[in-house]
C-alpha cells in the first residue's frame, strides 16, 4: 500500500465548526479530498450515504448498508476502503476524514491506525460558546436523532467531552458569541490540547499532518494514567484537583454520588473504596450524569510477575503517585465547572472517606463493609 496518503480526522458535535474545519483544510492543502458518512438517514433507509469532495465540490456519492442494524459499524467497515482507494490511486496528498455528529475519533483513529494507513491527526472542531451547554446537556443522543446505533445509550454531554478530550487538537472557531468564561472552560477541560484557529489556513493544515500517535492517545485517557488537569482558576472558572490515599467509605460516598456529580460541569478521575480495595475505578461525570466503572486491578494488587504485562506508561504513572502503604492505590479526582465551590466539594469529599476508627480497623474490616455500588458496577 502507497504510504504516501495522510489521513486527518475531524470530528464534534460543533457540525458548523467541523464543516468549516474541513472547508479550510481543502482550501489549503493541495491534493487533499475529504470523506464523510452521513448516518442520519441510516433509520429510515437502512444505508449510509458517503460523500467525497474536494475544495471544488463533490466528487463521488454512494451508500453502504447497515451492518448489524449499526450505522457506525456500517462507516467502519466502508470507511477502510476508501481509504486504501485513494492511497492506491496515489492522487491525494491529504484525505480529510470528516466524522458524523455523534461518531467519537478513539473508535475510528484505532480502526484507521489498524489498518496500517498513516493517521497524521485527530481534531476536534470547537465553537467555543457552545462548550457549556453541550457539556451541561444531559439528553440521550438518540432523542437528538444523534445515535448512531439502536442501542447506543449515551449522553450528548458524555459523548462530547470525549470528542474534546481525546484529541490533542482543536480547531477553535472565531464566534463573537464567545465570552472569556467560555475560553477558560475550554482551556481548563483540556489544557495540553494545541488549539488552532479553524480561520488559521497554514496552521491548521501543519496540524493536520503533524502526526498521531494511537497508544499514546489511549495511555492518556485511560483512567490509570490519564493525563488529568491541574488546578487552574480563570474568568470564573476553576478546576479543583481533590487527592487523597485514604479509602472511601461505600456507603458514604454512594449518598453524596448525586451532590458530587451536579458540583461540576465535568468531574473524572480514579478511586477507590475500601469494601474493594485491589480495584481501580473510573469516575467519569458530565450533564449531571455520572458513569462508574472498573478499570481493571490497582499494581499494588498484583504480583510482582504480573507488572511485566503491565504497558510501561501504565508503570511509570504508578511509579510516579507510589506509596509506601497503599501503593498506587488513591483517591485521584478533578472537578472543572464555572462558580466551582472548592471548599463545599473537599467537605463532602472529606466526610465520605474512612473515620480515623474505620481506617484503624483494617482490610479484613474495610472488606465486610456494605457494598453500595454494585448496582452501578453490575455486580
Not at 4 to 32: F, I, K, M, Q
Not at 92 to 110: G, Y
Not at 199 to 226: S, Y
Request: a negative charge; aromatic letters at 6%; hydrophobic letters at 45%.
Amino acid at each position: 500500500m502507497s504510504t504516501g496518503l495522510c489521513v486527518a480526522l475531524v470530528g464534534g458535535l460543533h457540525s458548523d465548526a467541523r464543516r468549516a474545519t474541513v472547508d479550510r483544510l481543502l482550501a489549503t492543502v493541495p491534493g487533499s479530498v475529504a470523506l464523510h458518512h452521513d448516518l442520519a438517514t441510516a433509520p429510515a433507509t437502512g444505508t449510509v450515504a458517503r460523500t467525497v469532495r474536494d475544495a471544488t465540490g463533490v466528487l463521488s456519492t454512494d451508500e453502504t448498508p447497515l451492518v448489524n442494524d449499526c450505522a457506525c459499524c456500517a462507516l467502519r467497515e466502508d470507511l477502510v476502503p476508501e481509504l486504501e482507494r485513494l492511497a492506491d490511486a496515489g492522487l491525494t496528498r491529504l484525505a480529510v476524514v470528516e466524522l458524523w455528529d455523534s461518531v467519537e475519533p478513539k473508535a475510528m483513529a484505532e480502526v484507521v491506525a489498524a489498518a496500517g494507513l498513516r493517521l497524521t491527526a485527530v481534531i476536534t472542531a470547537v465553537d467555543p460558546a457552545l462548550v457549556l451547554p453541550y457539556l451541561g446537556n444531559g439528553d440521550d443522543l438518540a432523542d437528538g436523532g444523534l445515535a448512531a446505533a439502536a442501542t447506543d445509550q449515551r449522553t450528548v454531554a458524555d459523548t462530547w467531552a470525549r470528542q474534546l478530550e481525546y484529541a490533542p487538537v482543536l480547531a477553535v472557531l472565531d464566534n463573537p458569541d464567545a465570552d472569556d468564561e467560555d475560553r477558560a472552560l475550554l482551556a481548563q477541560l483540556h489544557p495540553t490540547a494545541r488549539q488552532v484557529p479553524v480561520e488559521g489556513g497554514t496552521e491548521l493544515a501543519a496540524a493536520a499532518l503533524a502526526g498521531f500517535d494511537v497508544e499514546a492517545a489511549a495511555a492518556a485517557q485511560h483512567p490509570a494514567c490519564a493525563l488529568l488537569p491541574q488546578e487552574a482558576d480563570a474568568s470564573g472558572v476553576a478546576t479543583y484537583v481533590w487527592h487523597h490515599r485514604r479509602p472511601f467509605h461505600p456507603e458514604r460516598l454512594y449518598a453524596a454520588l448525586e451532590d458530587l456529580t451536579c458540583a461540576a460541569a465535568r468531574s473524572r478521575g480514579r478511586f477507590w473504596l475500601a469494601d474493594r480495595p485491589d480495584t481501580l475505578l473510573a469516575w467519569d461525570a458530565a450533564g449531571g450524569a455520572l458513569c462508574v466503572e472498573s478499570a481493571g486491578p490497582w499494581l499494588a494488587s498484583l504480583p510482582d510477575a504480573a507488572w511485566e504485562m503491565v504497558p510501561p506508561v501504565r508503570r511509570a504513572a504508578a511509579a510516579l503517585d507510589w506509596d509506601p502503604e497503599h501503593g498506587d492505590r488513591c483517591q485521584h479526582l478533578v472537578f472543572t465547572s464555572p462558580g466551582l465551590d472548592r471548599e463545599g466539594l473537599a467537605e463532602v469529599l472529606g466526610s465520605c472517606l474512612l473515620t480515623d476508627a474505620e481506617y484503624a480497623a483494617g482490610r479484613d474490616a474495610w472488606k465486610q463493609l456494605p457494598p453500595a455500588f454494585d448496582s452501578l458496577l453490575e455486580v
